[in-house]
């Protein structure tokens, strides 16, 4: 293989030979490399020399950039955005439209006007771990059932709604994440209730009554129409969460 | 009344561009920075380019979609009480026609009774599904893997209905109706069925009755319905052969009933 970057030399310090004194079979060799190495000779390719004794110390290390990335080479590193902005997941965004959700009786449209799936990932996935601890692998059962039920919805709910449904697939999907808050707490619920019995089944009627009248409230004043349609939505939620329910419970 | 270039049966269309089409738009407005690039750069690829030539050829073969989801609760209550119980209809069973830009067309859900929609189907479709499971999981035989089976078994009755509904119009001389019209009239029978199976969850012995009762139900609408609305279509008047048509329909969702209510783990009966 040839090398074609310059690499550059490993060197022991001396007298930590090791293989000083045992036999010639095991003398080490200083590795060379094929040609020496080139200090800002090439402009076009910024290569930082460096040792390995001093990178510890050094708190501007970056790595070799072969891209011939003009960013300045010390300063690139303090400048990124931190990595949860960069990747737009607000943690103080998703607290608070978790904590909004949890009052069924009153809803705060506004915190959802911004619609982001980093919430609903991890509510799914706190929700697929909760089935985990019951002994049933159901994560990709869940990410299937939760694309077909947002598919599902966001067709009933823009047919409905009619020249005005305004609804789009990802803010589909983000309500009906952060509306599986009920689901989550249920399969979190279910792991100290025997399976089967009267208990679960009366919980799960209540808390799928709860995800529904929050989605379909969240649904209607986000999207700015369908409040005719108001009990024709809600059964279609309705029916997405009870099936969600039926993981849970069975 | 129909015409075979994506006939137009409800409100008079706009100009074509500002209809907004809701499978086109999913990709706008998505969240994040990373995401909204991604999925923005990919979506206008694949959804862009390509959205008028399939629309134009989606519009010659489907009426327009949006006709049957204009219903409120009013209809649906209604249309609900004329699906399950088709004998105590007094009205009439056919469609309320009306003039639009010099074409007769027929008048969207709302006004009309008797008119097709899509909305109930789907809601029974997904009520089936959502009892089969149910009755799975009462019977301790619920995994999900089923519950994806029993989806897969109901869209093959559906379409199953369908292809029975436009083979009896097709031998008839008549495949004009557009094909929603039917695929609604074929998914009006998942009612029945849900009916069949709520009974069969909530006391064993009532499925036995109920089951029955659903199918004749539906035979009954299936066979007015078609005897009124589509045949108007139909060219050739053939009494007998209508009759024995219409039998047929009628007979043919006893077998179709047995399939789908019988809710078992195994895919095929």
New interface residues.
Partial sequence: MAKEFNVPPVVFPAGGNPGVGVGAAHQRRLPTPPFPPQRFANPSIPFMSFDIGSAAASTSFSAPQFAGNTIGIGSSFEDEPPLLEE??INTRQIWSKTVSIINPFRVNPDLHE????SGPFLFLLSFGLFQLLAGKL?FG?ILG?VTMAAL?L???F???A??N??L????CV?LIGYCMLPMVILSAIALFLPQGGVGILVIAGVFVIWSTRVCTRLLVELASCGD??R??IA??CF?IY??FS??V?? | MYDSLGAQPGLPRPPPNP??N?FG???????????RGGLGAYGEKILGSSSEYVQSNISRYFSD??Y??????HY?RNKLKVVLFPFLHRGHWSRITEPVGGRLSYKPPIYDINAPD??IP??AF??Y??LA??S??LHGK?S??A?NWLFFKGLVGWFLQVSLLKMTLFSLGSGEAPLLDIVAYAGYTFTGMCIAVLGKITWNYSYYFLMPWTCLCMGVFLVKTMKRVLFVEVRSYDSSRHHYLLLFIALAQFPLFLWLCNITVNWLF
Avoid: C, K
Wanted: hydrophobic share 50%.
């Fill in positions: 990747l737009g911004d619609a982001d799936l159901h059962i059932w599902f966001y067709v009933v823009n047919m409905l009619g020249r449904g305004n789009d697939l990802y803010r983000s005719e349609h009990g024709l059964y279609a029916l009870t099936l039926l993981l419970i069975f | 209809q907004p809701p738009n999913a990709f706008v407005g998505a969240g994040s920075g990373l995401i979609p949006q049957y989801f204009q219903v409120n609760d649906v899509l909305y789907l809601m997904g009520t599904v959502v499971g149910i799975l999981g619920f999900p893997e519950l």
